[in-house]
């Protein structure tokens, strides 16, 4: 299993970023995907997950209106997109696939977004 995210993104605030994960090694469509973020400092903040068989969407209420989450089952990769970053979004974004125990079994390595101008 291997969950392999985009490279490191440099945005100025009120851009948008769009991350990719590309799934391979198990069924895409059998698991969930969680996107998790971690601030310079910061712990590990939930953003939502998406249901890649049918793309049903659940979001953290903080960021409910700036990001969405997509999923391309024909390429096996889950999208998430944030809006009109500001500096506090500046985190390394990783995609999990979420296991039988509820939590993330799988990793992707990490996509670092910077926003700043």
């Known amino acids: 299993v291997q969950l392999v995210q985009s490279g490191a993104e440099l945005r100025n605030p009120g851009a948008s970023v769009k991350v990719s994960c590309k799934a391979s090694g198990y069924t895409f469509t059998s698991y969930y995907i969680d996107w998790v973020r971690q601030a310079p400092g910061q712990g590990l903040e939930s953003m939502g997950r998406i249901v890649p068989a049918d793309g049903g969407t659940k979001y953290a209420q903080k960021f409910q209106g700036r990001v969405t989450f997509t999923a391309d089952t024909s390429t096996s990769t889950a999208y998430v997109e944030l809006t009109s970053l500001r500096s506090e979004d500046t985190a390394v974004y990783y995609c999990?696939?979420?296991?039988?125990?509820?939590?993330?079994?799988?990793w992707g390595q990490g996509t670092q977004v910077t926003v700043s101008s």
């Open positions: 999990t696939r979420r296991g039988s125990g509820n939590a993330g079994d799988y």
